[in-house]
């Protein structure tokens, strides 16, 4: 019985992941997935925070790539590749470059209720805008709720955030990085 549960669980995963990546296809700009996109939010350009490992320095989340899927989204293909292409870097048991995650996000503010109405989603962290107009400068109030969707199993014990290693089997992970209950902007 659990057997024939955990099977069509891997089905319904990887149809719900199919769904999104033809979804994002017919939704997403001609330009398809790329690292380091300029992200419109409110007439004003973004990138996602993190390094500058963009093909001109611009800067992104290690391993990303992303297309805006409307005003408010934008959804990602998240590899198990580092900065500057460094090899392996979430994960030490999956092959160098696998596709380890579909992801959803949402651009909008951050508050308590938000943090528990996103994180009941799988949206379970979320990652800050900086300005491409101004360098260094974080959009003042909104950031970016990302829900990880694992197409596979593999050990997450890498990344910026070795410290949240667990195993990840197929579905939503709920334990990747889960900083969302960490106010932003940061409270002094």
């Known amino acids: 019985m ?39 939010v409110d007439g004003v350009d973004y990138y996602m925070a993190g390094v500058p490992d963009g093909p001109n320095g611009e ?3 290690p391993g990303h790539e992303w297309v805006q899927a409307g005003p408010n989204q934008v959804v990602g ?18 092959p160098d470059g696998e596709y380890l995650f579909a992801v959803h996000g949402i651009i909008d503010t951050w508050s308590p209720e938000k943090a528990a109405s996103y994180a009941s989603r799988g949206y379970v962290h979320y990652h800050e805008l900086v300005s491409v107009s101004i ?16 197409r596979t199993s593999f050990t997450l014990n ?14 939503v992970d709920y334990d990747f990085i ?9 409270i002094p």
């Open 77 to 94: 293909k998240h590899f198990n590749t580092g900065p500057w292409g460094a090899s392996q870097w979430w994960s030490s048991d999956a």
């Open 135 to 150: 360098p260094h400068t974080l959009h003042p109030d909104k950031v970016v709720w990302l829900k990880h969707t694992a």
């Open 2 to 40: 659990t057997a024939a549960i955990s099977n069509r669980k891997t089905i319904l995963v990887s149809l719900v992941v199919m769904a999104l990546l033809i979804l994002t296809v017919g939704i997403a700009s001609a330009e398809g997935f790329t690292h380091a996109p300029v992200i419109d």
């Open 59 to 61: 800067t992104d989340i």
């Open 158 to 171: 890498g990344g910026p955030h070795s410290e949240f290693y667990h195993e990840v089997t197929p579905g």
């Open 178 to 186: 889960p900083l969302g209950f960490e106010p932003y902007p940061e």
